[in-house]
């Protein structure tokens, strides 16, 4: 049997439908209604944080943000989902890479303010939790005072990772969720916004409906992002289990890394955080090995991807590059496994057993 590279949480149909029911009797289905409120509260409450606006993808999310805190040019990472940077160039915001830790994958601190001391007009950084570790969030912090820039992060892997007691959407100024349907916690699509000021927030939620105020004057040109009642619906339905999904993809995380670390190399983790299970990244040593471990996982029905690659200098090449070389390099030999909430230990040995012959007899 298949063992897929990921696969949807499945929403309990009487859960849900009881909720659906909820929405047919008030006659709200979409603007700010009723499970959105919910929704909203028990997100703010779950994940610890403050002014969390819901809307209807992580891509908007994104593209919210920067409108919210008038990005003009920003930094961002080769390494990452496509969206975290062709939000920013759809924008006409002024887009420049630069690289990653060798052993994190995330936005390199240091690098990047080399690049801020070669570009003065940047006014913000947008950073990727890339897979769910955290960035260097204290360095970033610095940073930002430092030179008086903003810091975004793209924290679309990161739902439910903390760093020691504090959730990691309490840095920066926002932090950005997808709610996709592949994601830990999802609404099929969706996401979340999290700003670190009130007023942000306030912008913002007028910016994505169309830019209408509390009282229904236009303020400004805005657009509609709003998440609807149904989607609501399935994200109060799945945040009932999101504690023992992401409990059991941090066990299944754990033992790949346990059966892995001595013949595979993996992202160094955050001191302080915990893991949410996201995603199951390795680095091969070579592209030959790469290739190897590929077909051996394909010969066995178990789906795995490039991901991510190519690094995105080599996408948008229209845009600055300040530096790109150990993005590029992992784009070539990063590959991640299978890792969902049905998955089981039994799957996982199998996979690690199956990496460890092919690599064992591979010289
Ligand atoms: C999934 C993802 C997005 C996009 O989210 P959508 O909800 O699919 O629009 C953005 N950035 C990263 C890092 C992602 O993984």
Known sequence: MTINLNQPIKPNLDKLTQYLAQVN??????????????????????????????????????????????VKSALTTPFSFVATASSLIWQNIETSFSDIDKQTYNLCPQKAQQALDANLDIDTIVATHVYGNPCDVEKFDDLAGKNKINIIY?????????????????????????????KVFHTVEGGAIVFKHKADFERAKRLINFGIDEKGNITEAGINAKLNEYQCAVGLTILDDVEAIIEHRSNLFSAYREGLKCIVEMPKWHDGANFNGAYMPINLKSIEERVLVESTLKNNEIQCRQY????????FKEQKVLSSNNSQELSQTILCLPLHFYMVIDDIDLIVKLICESLGSFK
């Open 25 to 70: 009797e008030s006659g709200w289905y979409t603007n700010f209604g009723p499970l959105h409120q919910q929704l909203t509260k028990r997100l703010e409450v779950y994940l610890g944080v403050e002014n969390l606006l819901l809307v209807s993808n992580g891509t908007l999310a994104l593209q919210i943000a920067y409108k919210a805190l008038n």
């Open 154 to 182: 793209d924290a679309a892997h990161a739902f439910g990772v903390n760093i020691g007691d504090k959730s990691v959407l309490s840095f920066g100024d926002a932090s950005t969720l997808s709610f996709h349907a592949t």
């Open 308 to 315: 991510f690659s190519p690094s995105l200098d080599m996408v």
